[in-house]
């Protein structure tokens, strides 16, 4: 069993795999009538490597993460980063986490999950991945998602009176 | 090694070998008496084990004066470089205050006294002793003191006591030391 | 050892290594707890360059992003350049001519090899010889004209474009570097490794201090030499071949000792490793253009997530694009190397000594612009 | 009393002149050794091949201002870089450049430069603590622990030296070495002592590089690790009268090295013997300094304190008691 599918087992345990249908718009006007598109909605996914650079896509809840995170860790993952997006139409914020692997080639395991923006709350992976530590405080820094249970949460780039999340994008400096 | 001497009664002109000799004595007795009152007076610790160094540099000049270079070379090799050193290092590296304050007021004021009076005891009778000593001007055995032959046999058998002791004080440094930089570790 | 009630507040006492300090090149700060000349605590402050790259990329489009991703790693520049060239050309879908990607190569380890230089001697410095810095710079300048005279610039190159390279290179250059191949080569034994690597007072120096193990490796996302000095056989060109790596014949040094001296090893080959794949690339430069044609003047990739990961000097350098069929970048995260290499420095170093902790700091090559971005 | 005041003042004048001189033209020289050895030129600016740059860092470091911080003790501050200075001077003192070229034959001169050494540590320790700054305090106890560590084997191994001459004089011992290479101490292919006295060498130089605060064991200063050590805070004069007084040490101790184990002023083939073969050697001993310090990589503190409790100590020890053991039987 090659990493992937196996990786792909031990996140189905934790998320278990399902996809959302969300039907095609009906007013299509004059054109054709498009198809119902299928849409990934929750644990993993096998992407092609080539194109996006990941080979898992694995969605999850700021709930399941710290389980992900066992589970990523039990196959020997290493963490590569974290990193926020903001989504201000969807009132969300999403926390990505890559996870790569050292031995195995083209392995890269893309975790996604979305906080209110409001409440952006998740919690910590540091307890399992040391470096997730400092990518965290990186996170909280740009967007203020606070890591619960996080051991050290402050600023890490930005000065420690900063009172702003720059990255989010309706920051204006 | 000849005796600088002035003949009695005439005070030797400031260029002269005795003049020039005279200014140093001077200085070496200078350096003694303020390096102590630093030493006493100072409230920084770390300035009064300068000041006790000071003090020990004069000292080796009056041995110097005194005929005997093997002591004001031991002088400042282990009281200079040993001892203030070994003081100088405890007290930076474990005084846990910078100044001193006493836990008991009263007992304080009571030192102060009391190490001014024991120190003028000294003081008079020192000065008693060098009043009534019949002081020789050229003592017999300064003409060898120097050369490594007569210092081997003078310390390994008529001063072979002071030299044991002299070990006992450096251990006793070398202690104190140890247990000043220490106690800041358990 | 303790300190005078003035500078003190417990038995440990603070120390504050940086933010200028002649040994964290650069504007790092490490908050050290020490207990006389033992570290307690170390706890590295980052931030004191930080420029907010990512924000900038969102604020301007693909292409004029290009110039700041030299700003970062300015050692290792090129492998920026490309690494966000490659992260674009991925989510836009463009093909890039094989003469460029040669090119891309070629410059790319030249630069890592000034890169490897640079951290030689800078390391040594901070072991107090400061001789071997001026022969490393001796090198390093050979590279840093050949490379000027391809892609205009000394240190903070923008030579990459999206489908190609800015600029073909001549015949000079290739003479160039092979002269400069052979130089080096003949340098390295004597000049390196005799006066250097066999030195019983660095050997003595760096053996055995700063031990990161494998799993903390894991643990941490260190990646770049300091993996390879802890075992992991991890490089990027290797695990995920990008450009024209699958084409050149060349190893990853692996050292299993875990300590300074293994990754002071590691780079120590690379430099030989980057020398053969130069060698071979320069052999195998096919003609052609270096410029892919039809590149749409404004970019716009379509909707999805791209990560595309190269390896720079000190690790794996991963540009994760958001996109969303604008013409500039949703998002732009910049995973840089040093940042997971250095957050181990704080549970490895305690309980060093000053001096190691300090050589063990050199031996993680850390470039503080890229750490703060 | 017919003792001229006008000798020691010559003399005096003489010393100052020498010790300013080297202060100066030291830096130079290291300046231009570290070009050369790193292939580059050095200062070529002021002068001919920059012969007036000590001139003209001396006007630079006068001009200044010497800041003393906040937090720094100010007597002890401003004292410390005079008190580094005196004992390279008055070291020089005593030392023998040639038959008749000596300011004071003391009978005691070894015992005066050692004796006199230990206030350039006393220096060391009180302007590093003076400076009210964390480095500079790790800096002077660094730097006493090591003196202290490092006296101990370079008096083992003059011991075997005074007990072979049978002098403190570093005149006799010097008067003792002459005639050729093979009568120097460091050979002393004339009787049994050349078994080990090469080992005393060797100790007494790391011994002189460790006391003199150089590379590869400049552990006080080790600018990566302490900024500049005891150093960091001073700035103008007080800056440059360390410099200078590190200097003049290393002059100090390529004398005594010279007149200890290369006999002094003789000329290694035994004929025309004078001041020019000691001023040879001793600036090939200082050559050698600045050559060892721009080639190795400093040493770690912990690792030097253990290179001398752990093996100079021992092996002078047993150099002692070889000396004692080859003069009684011989």
């Given at each position: ?25 009906p007013?299509?006007e ?83 999950l ?24 990186e ?32 920051y204006?400096? | ?99 001193i ?32 000593t ?12 120097g ?29 104190g ?10 | 050892?303790t ?5 003190r ?24 707890t ?21 924000k ?78 001026l ?5 390093r300048?050979?590279?840093i ?17 999206f ?20 130089r ?95 060698e ?29 990961a ?27 190397p ?36 | ?85 005196i ?26 430069l ?179 310090r ?29 000396t ?7």
């Amino acid at each position: 069993m090659s990493v992937i599918e196996s990786v792909k087992a031990a996140i189905e345990k934790v998320v278990p795999f399902s996809e959302t249908v969300i039907p095609a718009d009906p007013a299509g006007e004059g054109e054709e009538q498009q198809p119902d598109q299928v849409v990934h909605s929750a644990g993993a996914k096998e992407v092609d490597f080539a194109k996006t650079g990941c080979s898992l896509d694995v969605l999850c809840t700021a709930e399941q993460i710290l389980d992900v995170a066992h589970a990523l860790d039990g196959e020997q993952l290493f963490i590569e980063s974290i990193a926020g997006v903001d989504w201000p139409k969807e009132d969300q914020i999403e926390v990505v986490y890559t996870f790569s692997h050292f031995q195995d080639s083209d392995v890269r395991v893309m975790v996604r999950l979305r906080v209110p923006r409001s409440e952006p709350k998740v919690p910590t992976i540091s307890k399992v991945f040391s470096g997730a530590d400092w990518h965290e405080r990186e996170t909280y820094d740009f967007y203020g998602v606070e890591f619960t249970d996080h051991p050290n949460l402050i600023r890490i780039l930005l000065p420690e009176d900063a009172d702003f999340y720059p990255l989010r994008k309706d920051y204006m400096p | 090694m000849q005796p600088l001497v002035c003949p009695s009664g005439t005070l030797p002109s400031l260029f002269s070998a005795e003049g020039f000799a005279g200014i140093i004595f001077l200085l070496t007795v200078f350096l003694v008496i303020s390096g102590a009152v630093i030493a006493v007076v100072s409230k920084r610790l770390v300035r009064a084990v300068a000041g006790l160094a000071v003090c020990f540099t004069g000292l080796a000049g009056v041995y110097y004066f005194l005929l005997s270079p093997f002591v004001a070379m031991m002088q400042m090799l282990i009281y200079v470089g040993a001892v203030s050193i070994l003081i100088a290092f405890g007290i930076m590296m474990a005084t846990p205050e910078d100044k001193i304050t006493p836990d008991n007021k009263y007992l304080s004021k009571l030192i102060g006294p009391l190490a001014g009076s024991v120190g003028a005891l000294f003081f008079a009778g020192f000065s008693l002793l060098a009043v009534k000593t019949d002081w020789q001007v050229f003592p017999e055995h300064a003409a060898a003191d120097g050369s490594i032959k007569a210092v081997g046999m003078t310390l390994l058998t008529t001063h072979s006591m002071v030299f044991e002791l002299i070990s006992i004080v450096l251990l006793l440094a070398i202690i104190g030391a140890l247990v000043l930089a220490r106690r800041g570790r358990n | 050892m303790t300190l005078p009630v003035h500078l003190r507040h417990d038995e440990t006492f603070v120390l504050n290594l940086g933010p200028q300090h002649p040994a964290t090149h650069g504007v790092l700060r490490v908050k050290l707890t020490m207990d006389g000349e033992y570290i307690v605590k170390a706890e590295p402050v980052l931030g004191y360059i930080h420029r907010m790259h990512e924000k900038l990329a969102e604020a301007g489009t693909y292409p004029q992003f290009m110039p700041n991703t030299a700003r970062m790693d300015y050692l290792h520049a090129l492998a920026f350049n490309h690494g966000y060239a490659l992260a674009v050309e991925k989510a836009a879908g463009i093909e890039v001519p094989e003469r460029a990607e040669y090119i891309r190569v070629i410059t790319v380890e030249l630069n890592r090899i000034a890169s490897h230089l640079l951290w030689w001697a800078a390391f040594l410095l901070d072991l107090g010889g400061f001789t071997p810095l001026l022969y490393a710079f001796d090198d390093r300048e050979q590279i840093i004209d050949l490379l000027e005279r391809v892609t205009g610039s000394r240190l903070t190159y923008c030579y990459m474009r999206f489908g190609g390279v800015y600029n073909d290179i001549d015949d000079e250059f290739i003479t160039g570097t092979r002269d400069f191949i052979t130089r080096l080569r003949s340098r390295m034994p004597r000049m390196y490794h005799d006066l250097v690597t066999h030195n019983i007072i660095l050997i003595k120096r760096i053996k055995d201090i700063g031990f990161i193990s494998e799993e903390q490796c894991r643990r941490y996302g260190a990646t770049g030499p300091v993996a390879r000095g802890s075992g992991i056989n991890y490089d990027v060109r290797k695990n995920e071949p990008y450009s024209v790596y699958q084409e050149f014949d060349f190893d990853v040094p692996v050292y299993s000792e875990c300590d300074s001296m293994a990754r002071y090893m590691v780079r120590m080959d690379e430099i030989e490793q980057s020398l053969r794949i130069i060698e071979q690339a320069l052999d195998k430069l096919p003609d052609g253009p270096v410029m892919a044609k039809k590149v749409p003047k404004i970019l716009k990739p379509g909707l999805g997530y791209h990560y595309s990961a190269v390896e720079t000097a000190r690790g794996s350098l991963g540009h994760m694009l958001v996109c969303n069929g604008d013409k500039n970048p949703y998002k732009l995260k910049l995973r840089s190397p040093t940042f997971s290499n250095l957050s181990l420095y704080g549970e490895v170093a305690e309980g060093m000594l000053l001096a190691d902790a300090l050589a063990f700091m050199g031996s993680l090559d850390l470039v503080i612009p890229e750490i703060d971005r | 009393m017919d003792t001229s005041i006008w000798r020691p003042i010559l003399y005096l004048i003489g010393i100052m002149v020498f010790a300013g001189l080297n202060a100066a033209y030291l830096g130079w020289c290291e300046r231009k050794g570290a070009g050369r050895i790193q292939r580059r030129t050095g200062p070529m600016e002021a002068g001919y091949e920059g012969l007036l740059q000590p001139l003209a860092d001396g006007i630079k470091l006068l001009t200044k201002q010497l800041l003393v911080p906040s937090g720094a003790d100010g007597i002890l501050f401003r004292v410390a870089p005079v008190l580094a200075m005196i004992p390279a001077i008055t070291s020089l003192v005593v030392i023998p450049f040639s038959e008749n070229i000596q300011a004071r034959a003391m009978e005691l001169s070894v015992l005066l430069l050692f004796a006199i050494a230990s206030i350039a540590m006393m220096a060391v320790l009180l302007g590093g603590w003076a400076s009210g700054n964390k480095y500079s305090v790790i800096s002077a106890a660094r730097a006493v622990s090591q003196n202290l560590a490092y006296e101990i084997p370079m008096l083992l191994t003059v011991i075997c030296i005074v007990m072979i001459s049978g002098s403190m004089n570093l005149r006799d011992i010097a008067m003792d070495q002459q005639g050729g290479f093979w009568h120097w101490n460091i050979f002393r292919l004339d009787n049994f002592h050349f078994l080990y006295m090469w080992v005393a060498f060797i100790i007494f130089f790391i011994c002189s590089i460790a006391e003199t605060n150089r590379a590869p064991f400049d552990m006080a200063e080790a600018e990566s690790e302490l900024v500049a050590g005891f150093m960091t805070e001073y700035s103008s004069m007080g800056f440059g009268l360390f410099m200078m007084g590190e200097y003049l040490n290393i002059v100090v101790g390529a004398c005594l090295t010279t007149t200890l184990f290369l006999g002094g002023w003789d000329c290694p083939f035994g004929m025309f013997p004078g001041v020019w073969w000691f001023i040879i050697k001793i600036y090939i001993l200082i050559f050698t300094f600045i050559w060892i310090r721009w080639t190795y990589p400093r040493t770690q503190i912990y690792k030097l304190l253990n290179l001398s409790w752990k093996i100079l100590i021992p092996f002078s020890l047993v150099n002692v008691l070889l000396t004692a053991f080859f003069i009684k039987v011989f």
